[in-house]
């Protein structure tokens, strides 16, 4: 019989100083726990010690000549933690606050999130401490080109399949994907995210902020509730946060913040317009990681240096980074009338955030189930690439929508309570947790 605070106690202690893989390990152990102490087959495979152990961690230096010709040294990694169910799937992070615990924890998630959307894919995660905060263009092909001399060795197709996340978008893809066919010499499915016309799929650069969208539609109507006329905050300006506010504003919901490490944007009339959406890639582009050219532009207000969850709305979306919404503002959320939460960063709720959302029965989605639209759509790229075709848009945004829907019935199954409450969290712990679960017994240690 496995005991939580026993097992996470020496977790820790093989993984010192890794706080955030530490956080990601206990909240899912501490879903499964019972399912694993009720299945001896589980128990019998050492099923919970061999799922938070990475298979390979693989680390190498970045080495690169900036635009003074001044050698700039990085750190490059790659964790493939499991793939029991297929290939490693998972992003590269490019961004200052790049640690080996936090990729650990990037990893784990992954697994799970992988594993929800029931395509073929394993879970890993890599990146390095690069930021592109004040580069050049050239000076970010050169830094690409010298991480993919490192990492083209250990991925591949049918091995490990990267693609991006913070910092890592299609001008990086691009820029990566050219130098491992320069190596290798061959066009493959090796990257997911790539621009169409080379191997790229349609909606993949919105799937991530579509998805969650799709998601927190299925949250609502579970809640007999419905996203039109739902006042929105939004928390990131990139990738993520641009697709999510495309696909509100397409369902009727108003999104009236948008952030950056800078500060928040309050756009009363809602970030809404193809404009604004599209201001919102070329303040990505400029690599100045900054909002408030948003608010000069769009003539609204800038609040300097707070978090976007000050203010009252009915959901509220983090979209930035882990640990980016804390008890603190989970309690002015909730005194102000919010009554959804749908994580859409990775981890983006901290624990003592998530337990008092829970604890209020606020309907409350974790990561790893709002966030999977992009690895899915992600292994929705490499079946396309397998195929040697590239589907329709539509096409792909059904099946994507699709596999939305499942993931919530997954997380309802799963994680519905006696008094109702569906404890989204759990529901998404447990279905992702047995799937892999399920496929390390049945292929043995
Ligand atoms: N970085 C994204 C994530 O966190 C996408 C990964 C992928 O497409 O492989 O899920």
Not at 8 to 15: D, G, K, Y
Not at 242 to 251: F, I, P, T
Not at 263 to 291: C, H, W
Request: charged fraction near 25%.
């Amino acid at each position: 019989m496995y005991d939580v605070d026993s097992f996470i106690a020496e977790l820790e202690r093989r993984n010192p100083s890794q706080e955030e893989f530490i956080q990601a390990a206990r909240e899912v152990v501490s879903n499964v726990i019972d399912v694993v102490n009720d299945n001896p087959q589980y128990i019998r495979n050492k099923i919970l010690e061999r799922i938070t152990e990475p298979d390979r961690v693989i680390s190498f230096k970045v080495e690169w000549e900036d635009d003074n010709g001044e050698i700039q040294v990085n750190k490059g990694y790659r964790v493939q933690f499991n793939n029991a169910l297929g290939p490693y799937k998972g992003g590269l992070r490019f961004h200052s606050s790049v640690t080996l615990g936090g990729l650990k924890f990037l990893g784990f998630e992954q697994i799970f999130k992988n594993a929800l959307t029931s395509l073929p894919m394993g879970g890993g995660k890599g990146g390095s401490d690069f930021s592109a905060r004040g580069r050049s263009d050239a000076e970010i092909l050169r830094f690409c080109r010298s991480f993919m001399t490192e990492l083209y060795k250990y991925i591949g197709p049918d091995t490990d399949v990267p693609a991006g996340d913070i910092g890592v978008g299609a001008r990086e893809i691009g820029f990566l994907y050219g130098q491992y066919k320069r190596i290798v010499g061959e066009n493959t499915g090796v990257l997911t995210g790539k621009t169409l016309g080379w191997g790229g799929s349609l909606v993949r650069p919105e799937a991530t902020g579509f998805g969650t969208m799709y998601f927190a539609d299925e949250m609502l109507r579970q809640a007999g509730d419905t996203l039109a006329g739902k006042r929105i905050a939004v928390s990131g300006f990139g990738n993520v946060a641009w697709g999510a506010v495309l696909k509100a504003a397409e369902l009727g919901a108003k999104v009236v913040t948008i952030s950056g490490p800078d500060g928040y944007i309050l756009d009363e009339e809602g970030v809404s317009t193809p404009e604004k959406a599209a201001f919102m890639l070329q303040l990505r582009a400029s690599n100045n990681d900054v909002v408030k050219p948003y608010a000069d532009k769009f003539h609204c207000q800038f609040v300097p240096g707070r978090k976007p969850w000050e203010v009252p709305v009915d959901m509220a979306f983090p979209c930035a980074i882990q640990n980016e919404l804390d008890l603190e503002d989970a309690r002015t959320l909730v005194s102000n009338g919010c009554r959804y939460v749908v994580e859409t960063s990775n981890m983006g709720v901290t624990a003592q955030a998530m337990d008092y959302l829970l604890e209020k029965e606020i309907p409350l989605a974790p990561g790893k189930a709002a966030n999977a639209g992009g690895v899915a759509v992600s292994g929705l790229e490499m079946s396309q690439n397998a195929q040697h075709l590239y589907w329709t848009r539509q096409e792909v945004d059904s099946r994507l929508r699709h596999i939305m829907s499942q993931i919530h019935s997954a997380c309802v199954k799963d994680g519905r309570q006696d008094d109702g409450y569906i404890n989204y969290v759990k529901g998404a712990n447990i279905a992702g947790f047995r799937k892999v679960a399920d496929a390390m017994c049945q292929q043995g240690y």
